[in-house]
T-cell receptor
Framework: AAGVIQSPRHLIKEKRETATLKCYPI?????VYWYQQGPGQDPQFLIS???????DKGSIPDRFSAQQFSDYHSELNMSSLELGDSALYFC????????????FGPGTRLTVT | DAKTTQPPSMDCAEGRAANLPCNHS???????VYWYRQIHSQGPQYIIH???NNETNEMASLIITEDRKSSTLILPHATLRDTAVYYC????????????FGSGTQLTVLP
């Protein structure tokens, strides 16, 4: 079965650079969630989209922005990167009205040096 | 979402049943108990969910007490690949909102 695809899987950036993470949800899934997991921490919600509109917002820094496109894929844009942004970034998707669980991708490991 | 309490860690021998407890004493009548797990550095994975009746699927069984204030996730025959952090999450089933991960239980299956 198709799964959530995230790219890239690994990314190394320097401080003050920008990064773009991509998420391709499972076909027919209309809701996308982004989570951040720092070293030794539990996943923390950043932002979500439903039908290309932002539906909820968590502890996402102002330096980060995200959007969902017409094909339902989503991109998380991160600017002025800081050392503390080093983390695993997970995308999850869900098909509203049919499935209650969220399906997670393999994550993107971002390292800021 | 209701607050949950889980032990920080548990060990289980390979081939034996793993019983992971979760307390959720403030659960509301329309809230379900969900279990997810996260194998090291992988994306969290849905396991099972239930409202008040016991549930079973190919991965696990979920036992919810009659007063719904606690539950137990049972992995009937734990394998080394079941070593992971297990999260108990209480939420309204139809909610499209994000998952709120607590501290979870680190289950280590020992050979």
């Amino acid at each position: 079965a198709a799964g959530v695809i995230q790219s890239p899987r690994h990314l190394i950036k320097e401080k003050r650079e920008t990064a773009t993470l991509k998420c391709y949800p499972i076909p027919r899934h209309d809701t996308v969630y982004w989570y951040q997991q720092g070293p030794g921490q539990d996943p923390q919600f950043l932002i979500s989209f439903y039908e290309k509109m932002q539906s909820d917002k968590g502890s996402i820094p102002d330096r980060f922005s995200a959007q969902q496109f017409s094909d339902y894929h989503s991109e998380l844009n991160m600017s002025s990167l800081e050392l503390g942004d080093s983390a695993l970034y997970f995308c999850a998707s869900r098909e509203t009205g049919l499935s209650y669980e969220q399906y997670f991708g393999p994550g993107t490991r971002l390292t800021v040096t | 979402d209701a607050k949950t309490t889980q032990p920080p860690s548990m060990d289980c021998a390979e081939g034996r049943a793993a019983n992971l407890p979760c307390n959720h004493s403030t659960i509301s009548g329309n809230e379900y108990v969900y279990w997810y797990r996260q194998i090291h550095s992988q994306g969290p994975q849905y396991i099972i969910h239930g409202l008040k009746n016991n549930e079973t699927n190919e991965m696990a069984s979920l036992i919810i007490t009659e007063d719904r204030k606690s539950s137990t996730l049972i992995l009937p025959h734990a394998t080394l690949r079941d070593t992971a952090v297990y999260y108990c999450i209480v939420r309204v089933s139809s909610s499209a909102r994000q998952l709120t991960f607590g501290s979870g239980t680190q289950l280590t299956v020992l050979p």
